[in-house]
């Protein structure tokens, strides 16, 4: 740690600079409050409602860091979840779209061979 006022390097449990003698500033203690803990009712909100779950973990990841995980968890289960879901219905409407094309041309041609032989 430097003195702001002289540049010199002190102890960081030093309060004042040797050389200069002027008051070191300490910066605050800022970490994780002591109430955080992960908690399943955050997790089931950010999965029923993704985008709260986002912003929750935007908001809380410096304060709440364990909260935010669980709100963030949420929503990133149900964004997969729902990305997998939408792959899955287009797959499907596709090959059942192919299906139905196909059994149309065979209808369509059994059609027009009946009225051939007439």
Known sequence: MYCTNCGNEVSDKADVCIKC???????PQTGPKEDDAPNIGYA????????VG????????DDYPLRAK????GALI????MACFII???VIMAIWMIAV?????????AFLSL???F
């Open 21 to 27: 003698g002027c008051a070191i500033k300490k910066a």
């Open 44 to 51: 089931l909100l950010g999965f029923f409602f993704p985008v």
């Open 54 to 61: 986002l912003v929750l973990f935007l908001i809380w990841h």
């Open 70 to 73: 669980s709100a963030g968890k």
């Open 78 to 81: 149900s964004a997969i979840l």
């Open 88 to 90: 899955f219905y287009v």
């Open 101 to 109: 094309a196909t059994s149309a041309a065979k209808g369509a041609s």
């Open 115 to 117: 009225l051939t032989c």
